[in-house]
């Protein structure tokens, strides 16, 4: 039987899980039909959003009781590796999508682990449902808007938007600069912070429709790589936001992420496993051109030279270190009986995310020379867009830097830098 591409990253996928990873492999043909498209216009593909939601994985991570496809982390990991290797920016862009499951499923975990009141339960019952149900059974695209450009020393994300309470709602103001999916997903989950408050108790999640008065996007710009992920960002002016559109209850954001198995809400892993995915395609072309092309004096591929193998061997190495780590990242995070306390698998969490990073880009880099110049350095050739699209991974989320030393001061101090913190 065909080995699925999901199947390279988790390689002892359960019945249940080859069926879901049959429905990713189902729709890599139309995205690798428009990936250099996507890449030279800068845009994300808004076709994708049909046929993603057609075979069901806009669910995919979504019980089944709210009409999803029932998966789990091993399912996402998969899922983003395999759509990476057709088109990287629509998978990290997918990636995004499901990470708003989290503002639903931990929410409902954090219910059941008695971490709200009565009288907090049903609203924020009702609000983790409204996600899963968007998700499962309608469907919709869902974009995460946290990140903003502001930098605070002691905090990951600064979030300077804020909630006022108004009669029958919330206003929003603010600049988010960064959530993928901007103009493209059907509704918007935001964070701010509640009015009042100088700490992350004062966090809450707010749904917003795209075309809300008040809502518009910030200037597109012209990222180097993963250009079609419509990650410029949203301006909110006033924009009014009902009750029951939003999780306002104080610390409730807080309450929700301690029940998360790894880092933030949980399933971090799976975004660089978008970047896994993009180089094992690369390495995967890069040998089919070094098998097939040959020497103009000889019969010989041009992968039988030294130079070409002593690359080759770079490859592998740094192929397999990516995924050693990624694997054992998932397995750390996913496993039915925890095998680590949440304190250590955060700090693997953050020296995984750099050595798959730099180990990606390391292999590009590789590809590009072994190509050489006749197969590697057209702008918009697979080896080339992988480059660019890899270099990406070297900064997005956090670098490599970043997470070593936070690494490091968790190993001698014990703690680290909180996730998230207020203007």
């Given at each position: 039987?065909?080995?699925?591409?999901?199947?390279?990253?988790?390689?002892?996928?359960?019945?249940?899980?080859?069926?879901?990873?049959?429905?990713?492999?189902?729709?890599?043909?139309?995205?690798?039909?428009?990936?250099?498209?996507?890449?030279?216009?800068?845009?994300?593909?808004?076709?994708?959003?049909?046929?993603?939601?057609?075979?069901?994985?806009?669910?995919?991570?979504?019980?089944?009781?709210?009409?999803?496809?029932?998966?789990?982390?091993?399912?996402?990991?998969?899922?983003?590796?395999?759509?990476?290797?057709?088109?990287?920016?629509?998978?990290?862009?997918?990636?995004?999508?499901?990470?708003?499951?989290?503002?639903?499923?931990?929410?409902?975990?954090?219910?059941?682990?008695?971490?709200?009141?009565?009288?907090?339960?049903?609203?924020?019952?009702?609000?983790?449902?409204?996600?899963?149900?968007?998700?499962?059974?309608?469907?919709?695209?869902?974009?995460?808007?946290?990140?903003?450009?502001?930098?605070?020393?002691?905090?990951?994300?600064?979030?300077?938007?804020?909630?006022?309470?108004?009669?029958?709602?919330?206003?929003?103001?603010?600049?988010?600069?960064?959530?993928?999916?901007?103009?493209?997903?059907?509704?918007?989950?935001?964070?701010?912070?509640?009015?009042?408050?100088?700490?992350?108790?004062?966090?809450?999640?707010?749904?917003?429709?795209?075309?809300?008065?008040?809502?518009?996007?910030?200037?597109?710009?012209?990222?180097?790589?993963?250009?079609?992920?419509?990650?410029?960002?949203?301006?909110?002016?006033?924009?009014?936001?009902?009750?029951?559109?939003?999780?306002?209850?104080?610390?409730?954001?807080?309450?929700?992420?301690?029940?998360?198995?790894?880092?933030?809400?949980?399933?971090?892993?799976?975004?660089?496993?978008?970047?896994?995915?993009?180089?094992?395609?690369?390495?995967?072309?890069?040998?089919?051109?070094l098998r097939t092309k040959t020497f103009a004096d000889s019969d010989k591929s041009i992968?039988?030279?030294?130079?070409?193998?002593?690359?080759?061997?770079?490859?592998?190495?740094?192929?397999?270190?990516?995924?050693?780590?990624?694997?054992?990242?998932?397995?750390?995070?996913?496993?039915?009986?925890?095998?680590?306390?949440?304190?250590?698998?955060?700090?693997?969490?953050?020296?995984?995310?750099?050595?798959?990073?730099?180990?990606?880009?390391?292999?590009?880099?590789?590809?590009?020379?072994?190509?050489?110049?006749?197969?590697?350095?057209?702008?918009?050739?697979?080896?080339?867009?992988?480059?660019?699209?890899?270099?990406?991974?070297?900064?997005?989320?956090?670098?490599?830097?970043?997470?070593?030393?936070?690494?490091?001061?968790?190993?001698?101090?014990?703690?680290?830098?909180?996730?998230?913190?207020?203007?």
């Amino acid at each position: 039987m065909k080995k699925l591409t999901g199947q390279f990253l988790i390689e002892d996928m359960t019945a249940a899980e080859v069926a879901r990873a049959e429905r990713v492999e189902s729709v890599l043909p139309a995205l690798r039909a428009v990936a250099a498209e996507v890449d030279a216009r800068g845009e994300f593909h808004r076709p994708h959003v049909r046929t993603l939601s057609d075979a069901g994985l806009l669910g995919l991570i979504v019980p089944e009781a709210f009409g999803g496809m029932g998966g789990g982390l091993r399912d996402l990991c998969a899922a983003t590796f395999a759509l990476a290797t057709a088109c990287p920016s629509t998978s990290l862009t997918f990636f995004f999508h499901c990470s708003s499951a989290s503002r639903g499923l931990l929410a409902l975990e954090a219910l059941e682990a008695g971490l709200f009141t009565e009288q907090e339960a049903p609203g924020v019952r009702a609000f983790a449902e409204q996600v899963l149900n968007t998700m499962g059974r309608q469907g919709l695209w869902l974009a995460n808007f946290a990140s903003e450009s502001e930098k605070s020393e002691k905090a990951a994300i600064t979030i300077g938007t804020t909630a006022t309470a108004v009669d029958g709602g919330y206003l929003l103001n603010g600049v988010k600069s960064f959530g993928c999916a901007t103009g493209v997903a059907d509704r918007y989950l935001v964070t701010a912070s509640l009015e009042g408050y100088s700490t992350a108790e004062g966090l809450c999640t707010f749904f917003v429709e795209r075309d809300a008065p008040g809502v518009s996007e910030r200037e597109h710009w012209d990222a180097i790589g993963m250009r079609g992920t419509a990650t410029h960002g949203i301006i909110l002016k006033d924009v009014f936001v009902a009750t029951e559109n939003a999780l306002a209850v104080p610390a409730a954001f807080t309450r929700c992420m301690q029940m998360s198995r790894g880092s933030f809400v949980g399933n971090q892993v799976a975004g660089i496993a978008c970047y896994l995915g993009a180089a094992h395609a690369l390495y995967q072309y890069t040998i089919g051109q070094l098998r097939t092309k040959t020497f103009a004096d000889s019969d010989k591929s041009i992968g039988t030279a030294p130079y070409q193998q002593e690359l080759i061997g770079h490859m592998l190495v740094e192929l397999e270190t990516a995924s050693v780590w990624l694997r054992r990242q998932i397995e750390l995070e996913s496993s039915e009986t925890p095998i680590l306390p949440k304190q250590e698998v955060v700090k693997r969490w953050r020296l995984c995310k750099g050595v798959v990073a730099e180990s990606a880009f390391n292999l590009a880099a590789y590809c590009v020379k072994a190509c050489g110049t006749g197969g590697g350095t057209g702008n918009h050739g697979v080896p080339a867009r992988a480059l660019r699209d890899l270099c990406m991974g070297l900064v997005q989320a956090f670098p490599a830097e970043r997470g070593r030393l936070m690494a490091a001061q968790m190993e001698i101090e014990g703690s680290e830098q909180a996730q998230f913190g207020t203007r």
